[in-house]
């Protein structure tokens, strides 16, 4: 097994790479051993998977991966971090890539495998990035992503609950989210100000409603883009009063008290 990156061995790292964390990139890295083996267990990696990386860093959590017996994408997108990272996993099966994930040639690197995805994700790209990549990749079978306490909240959100919302609906559409755990923010060189947590997505085989997909987005951005107000108001430009009730949905319900089914059930109208 491969010695996890310490405090001491990150600080090292970065100085005798003149480098400092970038807050523009919302860089913490993660320098505990104990909780970088439970992000591999959540992930449930295993010997021969393949599992895409994004925000690596380091190398702490790429050195958990590898000793798992995973060939990992480790995706970067600071170049100033890749001399670094591939200084720690040097002779391992890890391909280190300078790229930002959102903009990634996918196609180039994923070949005909299933793969996993791991991610300590900035608040700022962690939503439009996941919802992204589960609309687009369906090769990317399951993730577990650390993100800030109310982001996670929000993926792995239910109806009725204040939390959900667009993000919520979406990942329901594609999968089933949960909140797996949280890490203090003790155990990450700078120590940040926000809480984390690790949510774990798995992809259905095929979508959860037998509905357009762009169609309902539409609904549901509409819906709540006005979560303040009656659906049979907030959807008006999409949906008359008479369909949203045809739909055998109350046009006098919020749009957080919506379940998937109902907007799969909208969506179809």
Same mark, same amino acid.
């Given at each position: 097994?491969?010695?996890?990156?310490?405090? $001491? *061995?990150?600080?090292?790292?970065?100085?005798?790479?003149?480098?400092?964390?970038? %807050?523009? =990139?919302?860089?913490? #890295?993660?320098?505990?051993?104990? !909780?970088?083996?439970?992000?591999?267990?959540?992930?449930?990696?295993? @010997?021969?998977?393949?599992?895409?990386?994004?925000?690596?860093?380091?190398?702490?959590?790429? =050195?958990?991966?590898? *000793?798992?017996?995973?060939?990992?994408?480790?995706?970067?997108?600071?170049?100033?971090?890749?001399?670094?990272?591939?200084?720690?996993?040097?002779? =391992?099966?890890?391909?280190?890539?300078?790229?930002?994930?959102?903009?990634? *040639?996918?196609?180039?690197?994923?070949?005909?495998?299933?793969?996993?995805?791991?991610?300590?994700?900035?608040?700022?790209?962690?939503?439009?990035?996941?919802?992204?990549?589960? @609309?687009?990749?369906?090769?990317?079978?399951?993730?577990?992503? !650390?993100?800030?306490?109310?982001?996670?909240? %929000?993926?792995?959100?239910?109806?009725?609950?204040? $939390? @959900?919302?667009?993000?919520?609906?979406?990942?329901?559409?594609?999968?089933?989210?949960?909140?797996?755990?949280?890490?203090?923010?003790?155990? #990450?060189?700078?120590?940040?100000?926000?809480?984390?947590?690790?949510?774990?997505?798995?992809?259905?085989?095929?979508?959860?409603?037998?509905?357009?997909?762009?169609?309902?987005?539409?609904?549901?951005?509409?819906? #709540?883009?006005?979560?303040?107000?009656?659906?049979?108001?907030?959807?008006?430009?999409?949906?008359?009063?008479?369909?949203?009730?045809?739909?055998?949905?109350?046009?006098?319900?919020?749009?957080? @008290?919506?379940?998937?089914?109902?907007?799969?059930?909208?969506?179809?109208?």
């Amino acid at each position: 097994m491969a010695d996890r990156l310490t405090r $001491t *061995d990150v600080r090292n790292l970065l100085d005798r790479h003149g480098l400092e964390p970038s %807050r523009a =990139l919302g860089q913490n #890295f993660l320098c505990d051993g104990p !909780m970088i083996d439970k992000i591999v267990r959540l992930g449930r990696v295993a @010997a021969g998977d393949h599992v895409v990386e994004i925000g690596p860093g380091l190398g702490s959590l790429t =050195l958990g991966l590898a *000793d798992a017996g995973a060939s990992v994408l480790a995706v970067e997108i600071d170049r100033y971090l890749i001399d670094p990272l591939s200084e720690v996993t040097a002779g =391992l099966d890890v391909t280190v890539v300078n790229a930002d994930a959102q903009e990634l *040639d996918w196609e180039a690197h994923l070949g005909d495998h299933s793969w996993k995805v791991i991610a300590n994700l900035p608040y700022n790209v962690a939503t439009p990035l996941v919802l992204d990549l589960l @609309a687009s990749r369906p090769e990317l079978e399951s993730y577990v992503v !650390m993100v800030q306490r109310e982001v996670g909240e %929000r993926l792995a959100a239910g109806p009725g609950s204040k $939390t @959900a919302g667009i993000p919520s609906v979406i990942v329901a559409y594609w999968g089933e989210a949960t909140v797996v755990g949280s890490v203090p923010a003790q155990l #990450f060189l700078p120590v940040p100000k926000v809480e984390s947590v690790l949510v774990r997505i798995v992809r259905a085989p095929t979508p959860n409603v037998d509905a357009p997909y762009d169609r309902l987005v539409a609904l549901v951005r509409a819906g #709540f883009n006005q979560r303040r107000k009656m659906i049979r108001r907030s959807l008006a430009a999409l949906l008359s009063e008479e369909q949203i009730a045809a739909a055998d949905v109350d046009p006098t319900l919020r749009a957080e @008290a919506l379940d998937l089914p109902a907007w799969g059930r909208l969506a179809d109208t």
